[in-house]
């Protein structure tokens, strides 16, 4: 049973378009973070949302964390080549499983055409 | 630049052959961490340790995989005996425990194929 469902699975687009990737869950979190991997490399942390409501921009990233802090959002502003990647959401401190350490959502693939 | 090393990066076995995986966390960091990543059920994680105790290996199939940390620079992953299905790449990650929140850096992966 997969705890972190992440939507769309994948996603292509054009250069400068936006785009927006969502990660949910059932369970409450006591932190959410997000992470790009490139192929042939381990995943890169992008942003820790600790604080229900909670919205942080890294230049044309912007993360939000859900009310409820059951779920969150990555939007890009126009995307470029570079973005291309697998992007996962991970979730710390599960507090109705007691689980301490991240679970890692199912991942949604993004390839940005030039 | 301080990074997670791995070694090695890439390893072909045979079923029933017994595989090491090594990993360098940063130093520092107190808490390591050990993750397989298939495209069939994505990254999952192993075990991890606090301060080089184990804190969960829930994770990991007792009956053949053992992770241990003999000292603060090195952390191992064993597969004893390997099977096809252990067929993934293999992750460490080192980290902190900042506000409360793990904060991870991963390494680059051991990629195993097991035939």
């Known amino acids: 049973t997969q705890l972190l469902e992440q939507s769309p699975q994948f996603l292509s687009i054009q250069e400068g378009e936006n785009l927006t990737v969502y990660c949910n869950s059932s369970?409450?979190?006591?932190?959410l973070q997000w992470y790009r991997q490139e192929p042939g490399e381990g995943p890169v942390l992008l942003v820790t949302?600790?604080?229900?409501?909670e919205v942080k921009k890294l230049k044309r990233l912007t993360f939000q964390f859900g009310d409820a802090r059951k779920d969150s959002s990555l939007h890009i502003t126009a995307a470029q080549p570079g973005d291309t990647g697998l992007y996962l959401c991970?979730?710390?401190?599960?507090?109705?499983?007691?689980?301490?350490?991240?679970?890692f959502g199912s991942g949604t693939r993004l390839q940005v055409q030039p | 630049d301080a990074r997670v090393t791995q070694t090695p990066r890439h390893k072909v076995t045979e079923m029933g052959q017994e595989v090491t995986m090594r990993c360098q966390p940063i130093?520092?960091?107190?808490?390591v961490f050990w993750y397989r990543q298939t495209m069939m059920q994505g990254l999952e994680l192993l075990a991890y340790?606090?301060?080089?105790?184990?804190?969960?290996d829930s994770g990991m199939p007792k009956d053949r995989f053992s992770a241990e940390m003999p000292d603060a620079t090195l952390a191992t992953l064993k597969i004893q005996p390997s099977e096809p299905r252990d067929s993934a790449v293999y992750f460490c990650a080192s980290g902190l425990v900042v506000t409360g929140v793990y904060e991870q850096y991963f390494g680059p992966g051991t990629r195993l194929t097991v035939t």
């Open positions: 949302v600790v604080t229900g409501g």
């Open positions: 369970s409450v979190f006591s932190s």
């Open positions: 130093l520092g960091h107190n808490t």
């Open positions: 340790f606090r301060n080089r105790a184990p804190l969960d």
């Open positions: 991970a979730g710390g401190g599960f507090m109705d499983t007691g689980r301490r350490a991240l679970t």
